[in-house]
């Protein structure tokens, strides 16, 4: 059996693999949604980019599901006050993703204009609304949240949706936001051909200056934030007290990470160079390689969030000892060790799937074949 301390790091990772495995695979469906209504003018072109991802997003859904089931049951403190706390935000996000099944399976069922045209919005929305607000909520992770625990560990959440909209994690959400569109319009770009191509690149481009631009000024802005730091010593083997330590906010403290290991720094510049490779690989129109380095700023910008945080997983800034850490918000040591073999089992078979899945699709959508395949395709 793996002793406590190693499974809570692991299973630190595996949730940002898990997360980052969300932001590529189901970001880009979101990304090709966000750009639906810009890069197909009519109603065949926007039926080509549709079947790009039509195959296959319901599919990615499961990095979704399984990264809301790991902090379920690795992080329950977490799972239970995040999304007590983010309720309405959390509601937001599911009520954006209903328009995308019935907006996949319903837009090109009748042949009117304006019936094709909303769904058109309703797949606009559930791509474009959960990335901006998963990219509020962490910024407002970084800022602290409004929290606090009573004698029997019940989290009170003392804000308000309206407060979660303040400056700093709304220009999180546009890197959020920049990055998933960046990763949809390489994606396009690598699946269609002619007009469409040649505006999915544009965006994609567009996208990658703004994720850049974004994510360079909230690195700035966030040695200014004020950071958490644990002061007491702290017990990685203990069991789960969240209330049994000491923590002081200071600013410049969500910096401390990239000064004792400065190979950190490698994230934020992965987060810049992938966009920035992204950008002249589209250019050379060197699709399926810009794809993965637009992954590999995905990689980078969550990464990076993850260093800078480290080992604090959801701060309070009502009650800064009550903050949730790697240490002391997991599941017992039994939970984390059958998770761990599980996911060792599962997630090859996973990954396995999913790229034969992709190489059975592979392939340009053109006209032609939606034309061809009128009542099958999307």
């Known amino acids: 059996m793996i002793d406590y301390p190693t499974l809570k790091i692991i299973w630190w990772l595996l949730v940002g693999v898990l997360l980052i495995g969300f932001a590529i695979m189901d970001g880009h469906d979101m990304g090709v949604g966000t750009l639906l209504p810009f890069v197909g003018k009519s109603d065949l072109e926007r039926r080509v980019v549709i079947n790009t991802v039509g195959p296959h997003w319901d599919g990615n859904q499961v990095w979704f599901i399984t990264g809301g089931g790991a902090i379920f049951a690795a992080w329950p403190l977490v799972y239970a006050t995040a999304f007590s706390g983010f309720y309405w935000a959390m509601m937001a996000v599911l009520w954006a993703l209903f328009f995308r099944p019935v907006g996949f399976d319903y837009r090109s069922k009748i042949q009117n204009a304006t019936w094709r045209s909303t769904w058109d919005w309703g797949l606009f929305i559930g791509g474009s609304v959960p990335p901006l607000i998963f990219g509020v909520a962490f910024g407002n992770l970084l800022q602290g949240v409004p929290f606090q625990f009573d004698n029997y560990l ?6 308000t949706f309206w407060q979660l909209l303040n400056p700093f994690a709304l220009l999180a959400g546009v890197v959020s936001s920049a990055m998933i569109t960046l990763h949809g319009g390489t994606y396009l770009a690598h699946r269609t051909e002619g007009v469409i191509q ?3 690149i544009k965006g994609a481009i567009g996208a990658a200056l703004v994720l850049v631009l974004a994510f360079v000024a909230a690195g700035v802005w966030l040695q200014w934030i004020p950071g958490f730091r644990i002061t007491s010593l702290v017990d ?14 200071e600013a410049g403290a969500w910096m401390s990470n990239y000064a004792r290991q400065p190979l950190l ?19 050379l129109r060197r699709t399926l390689t810009a794809f993965v380095a637009s992954a590999l700023a995905i990689v980078g910008v969550i990464g990076t969030a993850g260093a800078s945080m480290f080992p604090f997983i959801m701060p309070s800034s009502t009650l800064p000892a009550a ?6 918000s997991v599941s017992t040591h039994l939970t984390l060790g059958i998770m761990f073999w599980a996911t060792v089992i599962l997630m090859p078979l996973i990954v396995v799937y999913t790229s034969w899945a992709y190489s059975v699709m592979r392939g340009k959508v053109t006209a032609a074949y939606i034309q061809e395949n009128d009542h099958a395709a999307y």
């Open 265 to 283: 720094w490698l994230l934020p510049a992965l987060g810049v160079g992938g966009a920035l490779l992204a950008v002249g690989l589209l250019l």
């Open 154 to 159: 019940v989290s009170t959440y003392s804000g």
């Open 323 to 328: 903050s949730l850490t790697v240490w002391d």
């Open 236 to 249: 990685p083997a203990a069991l789960p007290d969240p209330m049994n330590k000491t923590v002081v906010r």
């Open 198 to 200: 040649a505006r999915a």
